[in-house]
Nanobody, 125 residues
Framework: QVQLVESGGGLVQAGGSLRLSCAAS????????MGWFRQAPGKEREFVVS????????YTTDAMKGRFTISRDKAKNTVYLQMNSLKPEDTAVYYC??????????????????WGQGTQVTVSS
């Protein structure tokens, strides 16, 4: 049974930093890409960043580049999201996900097979 368990969310002031963790278990993820998405109240789920488990190559968007960094620790089977210079508009539930459909876009939630339960990040002004 695959499990993705996020942790590290919380309340932070604008300009601060947080590091989220996603502990993955239940299968080998060597052919997978791991991603972080977020969803704010009343908004659609939004892609943040992803990483190839095997190569470590990362994928993001211009909007997320520079403040959000993904990394993985193969030995710990854990993916991290480092978030810096946080803004109130970054407030959302952040989800970790794992996907294997490399023929699709890593930015699309439809290409992810497994999801964590999410962790709340709240940035106060």
């Amino acid at each position: 049974q695959v499990q993705l368990v996020e942790s590290g969310g919380g309340l932070v002031q604008a300009g601060g930093s947080l590091r989220l963790s996603c502990a993955a278990s239940g299968r080998t993820f060597s052919n997978y890409f791991m991603g972080w998405f977020r969803q704010a109240p009343g908004k659609e789920r939004e892609f943040v960043v992803s990483i190839s488990w095997s190569s470590g190559n990362t994928y993001t968007t211009d909007a997320m580049k520079g403040r959000f960094t993904i990394s993985r620790d193969k030995a710990k089977n854990t993916v991290y999201l480092q978030m810096n210079s946080l803004k109130p508009e970054d407030t959302a539930v952040y989800y970790c996900a794992a996907g294997s459909r490399w023929s699709g876009s890593v930015r699309s939630s439809a290409n992810y097979d497994y999801w964590g339960q999410g962790t709340q990040v709240t940035v106060s002004s």
